[in-house]
Nanobody, 116 residues
Framework: QVQLVEPGGALVQPGGSLRLSCAASGFTFSSYYMTWYRQFPGKERELVAGIFSGGSVNYADSMKGRSTISEEHANNTVYLKMNSLKPADAAVYYC??????????WGQGNQVTVSS
């Protein structure tokens, strides 16, 4: 059974940092393109960052320079470290695993609130 488990949401002060994690099971984690998306109220989900099976990474312009995506194959977990958070970064954050021809899996999503 495929699972992407993200621990609970977080409240962060403006300018603060946060590391999100997503633990995967039930598929070959190392072969998938692992990504983080976020969704603002009333909007579609948008890509925040991704890491390919070979280790290459990509970031949305809005998060470039303020975030780092990484993964640990030993525990099948992908992380997103975000710095200098702004109220505009508040959203529901989802992890997603994708491999062409095999489909995609989503985590349950977690609310990130940026507020003083």
């Amino acid at each position: 059974q495929v699972q992407l488990v993200e621990p609970g949401g977080a409240l962060v002060q403006p300018g603060g940092s946060l590391r999100l994690s997503c633990a995967a099971s039930g598929f070959t984690f190392s072969s998938y393109y692992m990504t983080w998306y976020r969704q603002f109220p009333g909007k579609e989900r948008e890509l925040v960052a991704g890491i390919f099976s070979g280790g290459s990474v990509n970031y949305a312009d809005s998060m470039k320079g303020r975030s780092t995506i990484s993964e640990e194959h030993a525990n099948n977990t992908v992380y997103l470290k975000m710095n200098s958070l702004k109220p505009a970064d508040a959203a529901v954050y989802y992890c997603k695993a994708f491999m062409y021809g095999f489909g995609a899996y989503w985590g349950q999503g977690n609310q990130v609130t940026v507020s003083s």
